[in-house]
Each structure stands twice: as C-alpha cells, then as structure tokens.
C-alpha cells in the first residue's frame, strides 16, 4: 500500500482545516480532531513501516507523474523509522495537552500542519520539496513558540522566524545553484548529474555549502543555534516536548540525505576539505553546547543548549563518511528524540511540583515524585550514554566510526562530551536524591505525591499556557500533582530508551539496506 507514503503528508493537512473552520461553532473540537488525526498517521507510518519490511524501499510518484520530472516519495529502513517514531511523538503530545495546554483549536491545527511537514522531510525525494516542507515545518513551529505565556514567547518566536528564515533561504538559493548545474531537482536524478558535471565545479561546491549552512541553523549547529535556547525555554511544555523531539531531528536527518543521496560519498572522495569543514563545525557545536549545558540553571535552557550539542555529535557521525559513523549518527538521531521527548515532559511535570524550574527546585523531588523522577534520572543517564540504553549504542558506534577514519579527534570530542554530559545531568540528580526539600515545598508534601489523583491534575505542572516554571510559585499555591498521562509518557520514554538500546543491533539491520547502497 504505497499511497500510505502521501497519506502521511496529506491526512494532517486535512485534519488541521477541521478545528480552524469549525472551531467558532465548537470550542473544544480541536482536541479530538488532533487525537484522531494523530491516530490515523501512527496507522499510516505503521502500513509505510510494514511495506519496507517486508518488501524493501519503495518510491511513490505524486499524481503519477514519474521522476525526476514528477516529485517522488521515498520509503526506506531510514524514513520509514522516523516516520513511525513522529506519529508516536504526535499521539504522546496530543494526549500530554490535553490537560497542559495550549487547549485553543489553533494550537492542535498548527501541531498537525507541523506533523505534516516533518513527515513530508522524512520521505520526500526531491530537493525543492524538501525545501517546501522545510518551511511548513518553520512556519508550524514559529506560530507554536509564540503560543507561550507573556511577550517573551513572541520575541524568542520573531527571533527563531527571522534566524530560521535565513536558514531556509540559505538552503533554497543552494537548490538554485545545482539546478543550474544539472537541471533537476530530483536527489536520484541528481547523484547521477552531479557525478557527470564535475564536483569541483564552483556551482556544485557554492551550492552544497549553501545548503549545508541552511541545514546547519535547522538543527541548531553552533554558531547558528541562538533561535534555539529561547524556542525551547519559553514554548508551553508541550510544545517543547515536540519540536525538541522532531524538528532538528528532521533538520538533521535532511543533511543526510543530502550528503549521501545527493552528493555521494563520491563527494568527499573528490572534495574532502568540505567534509572536513563540517566534522569541525559539528565538533565545535558538540563542546560549546555540552560546555554551556554545564553552565545552566534553568532545566529547560539546559536541555536545549544540550540539544545543541546532541545534533554536533550526530553530524559528525554523518560527516565521517564511514558506514560505522553515520549507522551511529541515525541511532543516535532517534534515540534523542526519544530521551529529549522525554526529559522535556519530566522537567514540565516535575516543575508543578516543585514550583520552579532550576535545579535548586529540583531538591528532594524524588521523595514527593519517586516515579517520575526515577523515570527523568534513566532518560538523563540514557543521554549520557550509560549502557545498554540506546545512547550508548549511537555514542559508541559514533566513536568506533571516528576512530575507523582516523577523526581521533572526534573520538575525544565525544568523550569529552559525554563527561560534560554526565556533569550537568549529575547536578539534578544530585539534588534529586540528596538533597533536601525547602521549606516551604515539605508543607505541601501530600498534595504533590507522585500517586496523586491524576484525573484531578493537571499535566505537567502547565497553567494552560505551558509555563511550568511559575505555577506552583504564586503566594499561596500549593504545588500541583503529576497526572497520570505524563507519568505514562516519562516512564514509557524511559523504558523505551532502554528497550531500543536493547534491540540496536535490530534497528541497525534495518538501516542497512539504506546505507548499504552507499558505502
């Protein structure tokens, strides 16, 4: 059933019209059409998934027009994995908002238009409509960074529009540059061009860096990641949780594409200095990122210059070249998405009963919240690398692969990285389990019990407009509970961070057949 690979672009379209257009005669439609659209995609990756299984990598001709005149849709070990791991995000988000908001039916109409295209990225096979999704995901992600509280959502959200415009810009001149070159637009049709024109030539050259440095401020390379750290700390925890998960991960895994369903590894051979440029650039993210991970206090903030330097090390596992490297860099890539996932839920639920969210709020949660906090201590060792978590697994073949290609100095970045790692995630566990609560926090000790009535509470410790930070803090607010969806979410985040490590060599074997035809 190969048309399921449309469906997936096609069906979130369609069901994001529903609460814009009759929101005005039913308020609180936008939920349910959300969790149904959501239901319906995880049936769609799930069909897309199976034809890969059972029959290998498929493509699709949108409107049967065949390529590389016609756009292409691509089905692959790769994509369809991704395509899996968006729809279980989109159903854990939709159920987490349901009581932490946003609850308007523009939040669920943006959130489905966002699904659409991150998995419009995921299986195109054309330069310019990856281009086109591209966009539809900044433009779904911009509106849901301003659906925070207060003028600071919109200033970080006018901030990731301008940097993120730029970034598209950057990227779509680049597909200027090789069409040119080539005259098409089709990534098949490309590798094979590109091979007759010449790499070195100025147009091919001009355009990969062009769309390299696009990408890179997608996925929030330093020093094009300023957007990040201000999107990530002032969206509504929701929101948070979701395009922490997906929208760099998307970001990420089209510079794969790019680079090897493009240009090749017969690229680097022929012009290695431009991958060399970008193993540096990854490998600066990855040390100022974990360096200014360290130096938060705000959890949020944290987690997002953490980000930063997650998507350097998956880069760099891309940018080796090496089949063990870049197997590495695609483990690593879902397995961040699920820890972040997450780590981000965690930090919203935990925050409501805290009644902040620095790591000073964080003392003693883990004798108001054992299980949740027990859940965010595994996803936080996960991300560290602690084995057999599936952060280890992408960690370690990362290393390996560096190692293979003599990048000894990505092998040190990595360690160093983990060490940072463990040092900013150390200092939250820390006050987790060793320190005392205030005050103020023990008088409140029942009502914030882990076990608290969940249908009374209200996730993630958001006021309905996602800021956790500040809702248990008023004069005389008691912290609220954990509900029992975002118990469900952090707890089934971290068992499946090590059920995935588990069966890496499983989800290896399917990225075989991928990688195969590349190296």
Not at 127 to 145: D, H, K, M, S
Not at 211 to 230: R, S
Not at 327 to 350: N, S, Y
Request: charged share 10%; no cysteine; hydrophobic share 55%.
């Amino acid at each position: 059933m190969t048309d399921a690979i449309a469906l997936l672009v096609a069906v979130p379209i369609v069901f994001a019209l529903f609460p814009i257009a009759f929101g005005g005669r039913w308020e609180h439609m936008g939920w349910g059409t959300a969790a149904l659209g959501a239901l319906v995609h995880l049936g769609l990756s799930l069909t897309v998934a199976a034809t890969v299984l059972s029959g290998g990598r498929f493509t699709y001709a949108v409107g049967g027009y065949t390529p590389p005149f016609g756009i292409e849709l691509v089905g692959d070990g790769v994509s369809a994995v991704l395509v899996v791991l968006t729809s279980l995000v989109t159903v854990a988000v939709v159920a987490y908002a349901r009581r932490a908001g946003p609850h308007s039916n523009t939040f669920y109409s943006e959130l489905l238009v966002l699904t659409a295209g991150i998995s419009g990225v995921f299986v195109t096979g054309d330069v310019f409509n990856l281009y086109v999704f591209i966009e539809i995901t900044g433009l779904a992600t911009y509106a849901l960074v301003a659906t925070g509280r207060g003028p600071a959502a919109a200033l970080a959200s006018l901030k990731y529009l301008l940097v993120g415009t730029v970034g598209a810009s950057l990227y779509l001149l680049g597909v200027g540059y090789l069409y040119v070159a080539t005259g098409t637009l089709n990534m098949a049709d490309l590798a094979s061009q590109l091979s007759s024109v010449g790499y070195g030539s100025p147009l091919v050259l001009t355009g990969f860096g062009l769309i390299v440095v696009g990408l890179a401020v997608k996925a929030a390379l330093f020093p094009l990641h300023t957007w990040q750290p201000g999107a990530y700390a002032e969206s509504p925890d929701s929101v948070t949780a979701y395009i922490s998960a997906l929208v760099s991960t998307a970001a990420a895994y089209a510079l794969f594409r790019i680079i090897y369903a493009v240009f090749t590894p017969a690229f680097d051979a022929a012009v290695p200095f431009a991958l060399d440029a970008l193993v540096i650039l990854a490998s600066v993210s990855v040390v100022v990122g974990s360096v200014l991970a360290v130096l938060q206090s705000d959890l949020k903030r944290m987690l997002a210059y953490s980000s930063v330097a997650q998507f350097g090390l998956i880069v760099a596992g891309f940018a080796i070249a090496n089949a063990t490297a870049v197997t590495g860099g695609l483990v690593h890539l879902i397995g961040h998405a699920v820890m972040k996932a997450g780590l981000f839920v965690g930090v919203g639920a935990l925050a409501g009963v805290a009644g902040g969210r620095t790591v000073d709020d964080f003392a003693g949660l883990a004798e108001r919240a054992p299980l949740v906090s027990a859940a965010f201590a595994v996803l936080a060792f996960a991300l560290v690398g602690v084995p057999p978590a599936i952060g280890f697994a992408g960690k370690w073949h990362i290393v390996l692969g560096a190692v293979e290609g003599g990048r000894w100095g990505v092998a040190l970045v990595a360690v160093v990285s983990t060490l940072l790692t463990l040092a900013y995630f150390a200092r939250v566990v820390e006050r987790m389990y060793f320190r005392d609560a205030p005050a103020p926090a023990e008088e409140s000790v029942a009502a914030a019990a882990d076990g608290g009535d969940a249908e009374l509470a209200s996730d993630g410790g958001s006021d309905g407009d996602g800021d956790a930070s500040g809702a248990a803090s008023d004069a005389g607010a008691e912290p609220e509970t954990i509900s029992m969806t975002a118990r469900i979410i952090v707890v089934g985040a971290a068992v499946a961070a090590v059920g995935v490590g588990l069966v890496a060599t499983d989800l290896i074997a399917v990225f075989e057949p991928v990688l195969e035809v590349y190296f």
